[in-house]
């Protein structure tokens, strides 16, 4: 589904991405890890054509993307939901999934009304669709920014962070979408520090450290030593 080879990015004169290779196959969810810093935010970002690379490859469903911009990523059918969420603060829930409807592939996965599908993983937005997204707690801001992300249809769901700042009660519910998503056919590439959230998801892992993968593997064969030496603060 999706392939990274050799990816090397910088911000001017400093490189933060140094030959990263990876692998989400169809259908799995893929956990990033690392501690802050290491560069996962920026992979996600050059993944998605938000940043420019320096060398290397991103092939997705057999198609190399260089070059290719943002919006045609996620024509192609790469969703994005990004740390801090970023949705619309100023219009209410209905026009922000009016907006993911906007960007809705033709010929995606799923059939019937797709609201329906997002207003079942997260019933609670069904009941704000009058409210500001400014106006949300955290939590339904993030079950609002998935559900515009997916009602655009995406094949692989790249998601930055999601439980960070987010109650319990609503980390379950978006941990039950994830599930769902993914016996959807969904691929995702999740970055996550809550490594329980990570273990009960994820099916393989990789580790990020300075810039670079450092370990990868089934998320079941993660060790203690390595959760203290590249994860622990």
């Known amino acids: 589904m999706l392939e990274v080879r050799g990816l090397n990015v910088a911000y001017g004169e400093s490189q ?7 692998d989400v196959p169809a259908g799995s969810v893929v956990c ?21 690379t320096r ?6 469903d057999g198609a190399h993307l260089a070059g290719r911009r943002p919006e045609e990523r996620a024509a192609c059918g790469i969703g994005y939901v990004p740390q801090g969420r970023e ?5 209410t829930v209905q026009e922000n999934l009016r907006m993911g409807l906007l960007g809705a592939r ?16 997260f019933p609670k937005l069904q009941t704000l669709l009058g409210r500001k997204g400014g106006v949300l707690s955290g939590g339904e801001q993030q079950q609002l920014a ?8 995406p094949k692989l769901l790249l998601m930055d962070e999601p439980t960070e700042g987010i109650q319990p009660s609503v980390i379950e519910q978006i941990e039950e979408a994830i599930e769902r998503i993914r016996n959807q056919g969904i691929s995702v590439l999740l970055v996550e520090q809550y490594l329980e959230f990570a273990w009960r998801l994820a099916s393989t ?29």
């Open 16 to 22: 933060v991405l140094w030959d990263v290779s990876l």
């Open 32 to 52: 990033l890890m690392g501690r802050n810093g290491v560069g996962k935010t920026t992979l996600l970002k050059s993944i998605m054509g938000l940043l420019p």
């Open 55 to 60: 060398s290397g490859r991103v092939v997705f």
């Open 87 to 91: 949705i619309f603060a100023g219009l």
């Open 106 to 121: 033709r010929g995606g996965k799923g059939g019937g009304d797709p609201l329906e599908a997002v207003f079942e993983l």
């Open 146 to 153: 998935i559900a515009r992300v997916l009602l655009a249809r």
């Open 205 to 233: 892992y990789a580790i990020m450290r300075k810039g670079t993968i450092v370990s990868t593997g089934a998320t079941k064969d993660l060790r203690e030593d390595m959760v203290r030496q590249h994860l622990t603060v």
